[in-house]
């Protein structure tokens, strides 16, 4: 998925949660074009309210490859006036208002210094409470496997926050002296998240 497209899911996401049915055909048709697993599907559906349904779903999109978004928004049938506004916001770009962000546009005001550390528990942990569902996605460009990121999910399946954050330690332990700010930085920005999330973390 293009960055573009997480930031404006990130964006609309509390909005999105509060207006879309998920259960009825988003899920099925997401599922029919190989967009969702089953398991996946099944874990959407199991959430208690629709409102955590749709949240899940959110949280999985970004990590679903690049025909996610353009399948999200055909699944929009039934909720035409939410597909309207993704794509009117589209349309503006970066910048069109509160909340948006433009990636390329993004400066570290990082000193050197800073960048070149490791990061402490202290400061993993604040990011990690920091990331919200891009975690997965950054995680994976720090060189995760698809079996650890499951492993941290289901370790701590009722907390994003404890589940970010182990697979950050798991990172760090691996890389060692290689685990630097620098590389989060690289990754956050692959991930389509503001550096100022990394900047407030490491205050």
């Known amino acids: 998925m293009e960055p573009a497209h997480r930031a404006l899911l990130r964006k609309l996401r509390l909005e999105m949660?509060?207006?879309?049915?998920v259960s009825d055909s988003i899920v099925p048709f997401l599922y029919q074009e190989d967009i969702l697993t089953g398991a996946q599907a099944e874990d959407i559906e199991a959430q208690p309210s629709n409102q955590k349904k749709c949240l899940k779903l959110l949280d999985l999109l970004p990590s679903r490859g690049p025909r996610a978004f353009d399948a999200f928004l055909r699944s929009l049938g039934d909720f035409s006036w939410v597909r309207d506004r993704l794509l009117l916001e589209l349309q503006a770009g970066p910048g069109s208002g509160p909340g948006t962000t433009d990636v390329s546009a993004d400066v570290c005001r990082l000193p050197?210094?800073?960048?070149q550390k490791v990061p402490s528990d202290r400061e993993l942990s604040r990011l990690a409470s920091r990331l919200g569902p891009e975690w997965e996605t950054v995680l994976m460009d720090l060189g995760l496997?698809?079996?650890?990121?499951?492993r941290?999910?289901?370790d701590h399946s009722l907390s994003t926050q404890a589940a970010a954050l182990a697979g950050l330690v798991q990172w760090r332990r691996f890389e060692g002296r290689r685990?630097?700010?620098e590389r989060l930085l690289q990754s956050l920005q692959a991930a389509a998240v503001?550096?100022?999330?990394?900047?407030?973390?490491l205050m």
């Not at 050197?112 to 960048?115: E, I």
């Not at 496997?145 to 499951?150: K, Q, V």
């Open 152 to 154: 941290c999910r289901s």
């Open 145 to 150: 496997s698809a079996e650890a990121l499951f």
């Open 194 to 201: 503001h550096p100022s999330v990394l900047e407030d973390a």
């Open 17 to 21: 949660s509060e207006q879309l049915l």
């Open 112 to 115: 050197d210094l800073a960048l």
């Open 179 to 181: 685990a630097t700010v």
